[in-house]
Nanobody, 118 residues
Framework: QVQLVESGGGLVQAGGSLKLSCAASGRTVKTSRMGWFRQAPGKEREFVATVSTGRTTYAPSVKGRFTISSDYLSNTNYLEMNSLKPDDTAVYYC?????????????WGQGTQVTVSS
């Protein structure tokens, strides 16, 4: 059984930083495509970042501010968020997919709230 557990969310002022963690069990992050998504109130869930075999992709709105990475020893994926803006306020979800195409995220975490105050 695959489980993804996010942590690290919270309240931060604009310009601040947070680092989200996604602890995986039942599947290794090394052999998975790991992704982060977010959903703000009243909006649809949107893609934030993904990493697969070391290759990263970011949404234009976060590129240069967010960094996705994986620690294979602890089997944990991270999303480091810098220069946070109020528009980054959302519930952030970690997700995992099998390697290859098409990409289909089969496993999701419960989400962690990020609130950025102005």
């Amino acid at each position: 059984q695959v489980q993804l557990v996010e942590s690290g969310g919270g309240l931060v002022q604009a310009g601040g930083s947070l680092k989200l963690s996604c602890a995986a069990s039942g599947r290794t992050v090394k052999t998975s495509r790991m992704g982060w998504f977010r959903q703000a109130p009243g909006k649809e869930r949107e893609f934030v970042a993904t990493v697969s075999t070391g290759r990263t992709t970011y949404a234009p709105s976060v590129k240069g501010r967010f960094t996705i990475s994986s620690d294979y020893l602890s089997n944990t994926n991270y999303l480091e968020m810098n220069s946070l803006k109020p528009d980054d306020t959302a519930v952030y979800y970690c997700a995992a997919a099998k390697l290859g195409v098409p990409v289909r995220y089969e496993w999701w975490g419960q989400g962690t709230q990020v609130t950025v105050s102005s």
